[in-house]
């Protein structure tokens, strides 16, 4: 597997930063919605299929089309300890492109009584058709660090006091 990462200082106590990242509809809207160049302007719909939104076993699923190709996993929650880690991982038979599967962790940090580091990672498996694992080698590693630079920076400006985001 391969792994990227992402991490980020927010001048905001982890308690608070957990509590955004936590919920999967802050940290996955950058596939749901907003249409970008690197979802070449397809959106995903997220479901909630579990009872719970959030927690040790929760399920999410993702839906759509991108370039008119099927895009559909499923998610669970794998390890939960609030307000500091929580991992989840793609279940079932992933319909998905440029990576077969994949492992999504956060760890938020204390860094002081008002700050705190969020680092976010994803752990992928290519494809294995050939096609796919050729487009894989080339995109996953640049797509997957996009996905994770917005996770972070969308999660430091819903958090941070205005006055103290900067680029």
């Given at each position: 597997m391969t792994t990227?990462?992402?991490?980020?200082?927010?001048?905001?106590p982890a308690e608070t930063v957990f509590a955004h990242v936590d919920d999967i509809r802050n940290v996955g809207w950058h596939m749901t919605e907003r249409s970008s160049m690197a979802m070449m302007g397809s959106r995903l719909r997220l479901e909630l299929l579990s009872d719970q939104p959030t927690g040790l076993g929760a399920i999410y699923r993702?839906?759509?089309?991108?370039l008119g190709l099927t895009i559909d996993f499923s998610e669970s929650v794998t390890r939960y300890i609030p307000p500091r880690e929580k991992v989840w991982r793609t279940i079932g038979e992933p319909r998905l492109l440029i990576i077969a599967s994949d492992e999504m962790c956060l760890i938020v940090e204390p860094l002081s009584a008002s700050s705190s580091r969020?680092?976010?990672?994803?752990?992928?498996?290519?494809?294995?058709p050939w096609f796919w694992r050729i487009v894989g080698l080339l995109l996953a590693r640049p797509y997957s660090r996009w996905c994770l630079r917005r996770m972070v920076q969308d999660g430091r400006r819903a958090v941070e006091p205005p006055a103290m985001v900067t680029a």
């Open positions: 990227v990462s992402e991490t980020v200082e927010i001048r905001a993702y839906s759509g089309t991108m969020l680092t976010i990672s994803i752990a992928y498996e290519l494809p294995r």
